[in-house]
């Protein structure tokens, strides 16, 4: 068997660090999407008005954040921002603004289409057996809405803890960083280190990722 | 002669500046069975729509038992407790199933005891066929199975008037006879219905009185054997000549 670096896990508190690195991609993506579900489900709703302006200035607001990408955005914000405004913010709070914005308008726009995928008459049901538009709203679009968005969600945040994987290019030490940084420490003494550590995080993401996936999986099929 | 339940008069509904209802005026007295018939786009569907009041209307008026059924008032809410109303579309709420689906209702909106509510709603499910549907979800049903929770729904409202809008024109042909049996059986009880149905062979079967209406205006109003017979319009003679087919050999 070729040597795959692995005993470079075990030196120091290699193990421990990668894993303190993993939590810094977890936590950021946590704090972005608990912001963004609120936030998401706000923009969700203002997009089914019918007012012209609003749908412009949200549907421009989508286009925007979608189309850029989530690279561009951290640059714009971390060092754009320093230099324009002179606003000096850590790495780690620049991510947590991207990701925000970005998961919002993701949100945002599940929100939509599970709203207006609500059939008209499933209101129209409720109005006919006497329900007020609250006990409608309550008892049977909610409920609906929620079912239909919660697996959506669920994957907007293995999405986001994918993408975490950018913000070591605004310094921001996280999982792939460490690992980098462990790599390159070992140059000398493991060369073959880089195919084992990076295994090793392939393996913590995927370890993140997967009952996240399941779970949405699951959700999907019990509320179908 | 039995009491007059439903007044609908001068009813005019107009859509888009389009008029769909344009001065319908009947009486459905208590136990009356009323099939209305006419070509598609002809108002049927939204005279039943108007009469509990889903939509706005633009002139005229809509009492039952004397009161007025009006959209957007505050009496609405127990005026439509006492209509019940069934969909052409499969309308139970597929995240409940169908003993939740059919109490959801009476135990929100009536604030009726669960355990009694329940007896009910199971007894009304054996009349149909589906007491040991109790626990399914509406995925689990034939669109049949459906139609007639919808109905059993509707029912446990306790309504003095149920309205059916077309509620087998989604079904394959052989689910069609299973609710039809289950209609026939309520007008059989006696219950006071508005039927809007393209099956014109079940509308002379169970209907008291045909309307026929064409144009947002109703053009006859008539026992079935009359309608069905010898119909005095025109427009009446051509819709009913739709459903009768010349041998081609």
Request: proline share 4%.
């Amino acid at each position: 068997m070729p040597d795959l670096g692995l005993d470079v896990l075990f030196k120091g508190k290699n193990m421990l660090r990668l894993l303190g690195g993993l939590w810094v991609a977890v936590r950021i993506s946590l704090i972005s999407v608990a912001l963004s579900i609120p936030l998401g489900i706000l923009l969700g709703i203002v997009m089914t008005w019918k007012n012209p302006v609003t749908k412009t200035v949200t549907r421009i607001y989508l286009e925007f954040i979608r189309i850029m990408p989530q690279l561009v955005l951290l640059f714009i914000v971390f060092f754009s921002s320093t230099r324009t405004f002179g606003w000096d913010i850590s790495g780690e709070l620049a991510s947590v603004i991207v990701f925000t914005a970005w998961g919002t308008a993701e949100m945002g726009d599940l929100v939509r289409g599970a709203l207006i995928s609500i059939p008209k008459h499933q209101y129209e049901s409720g109005a006919a057996l006497a329900l007020s538009p609250f006990q409608t709203y309550f008892y049977i679009i909610i409920p609906q809405t929620v079912r239909r968005l919660i697996p959506l969600s669920i994957n907007l945040v293995t999405r986001m803890i994918k993408t975490t994987s950018l913000i070591l290019m605004i310094g921001v030490v996280e999982v792939l960083k460490v690992a980098q940084q462990i790599i390159e420490a070992n140059r000398m003494s493991s060369p073959n280190a880089a195919f084992g550590i990076y295994l090793v995080v392939l393996i913590m993401y995927f370890m993140i990722c997967w009952p996240i996936s399941m779970l949405a999986r699951y959700l999907e099929k019990k509320w179908r | 002669m039995a009491e007059v339940l439903l007044k609908v008069k001068d009813l005019v509904k107009q859509f888009d500046g389009g008029t769909v209802l344009d001065g319908i005026s009947f009486d459905v007295r208590r136990g009356e069975v009323i099939v209305v018939v006419g070509s598609s786009g002809c108002g049927k569907s939204t005279l039943l729509r108007c009469i509990n009041a889903l939509e706005p209307i633009q002139g005229g008026s809509v009492e039952l038992g004397g009161e007025p059924v009006v959209y957007g008032s505050k009496n609405l809410a127990r005026m439509r407790q006492q209509i019940g109303m069934v969909f052409q579309s499969y309308d139970l709420f597929p995240h409940m199933n169908v003993i939740d689906n059919i109490l959801l209702a009476p135990l929100k909106v009536q604030k009726r005891n669960k355990s009694e509510a329940r007896a009910e709603a199971m007894e009304l499910l054996k009349r149909v066929g589906l007491e040991d549907k109790a626990e399914s979800y509406p995925r689990q049903l034939s669109g049949g199975q459906k139609q007639r929770v919808a109905i059993v729904r509707a029912l446990c409202m306790h309504p003095v008037l149920l309205l059916f809008d077309e509620v087998t024109a989604a079904l394959d042909p052989e689910m069609v006879r299973e609710v039809l049996d289950v209609m026939l059986d309520l007008a059989g009880q006696g219950r006071t219905m508005i039927i809007v149905t393209h099956e014109m062979q079940f509308a002379r079967a169970i209907a008291d009185r045909v309307l026929f209406i064409d144009n947002g205006k109703i053009v006859e109003d008539s026992d079935p054997d009359t309608f069905f017979e010898s119909p005095k319009s025109d427009r009446a003679k051509q819709f009913l000549n739709i459903f009768n087919f010349e041998r081609s050999k």
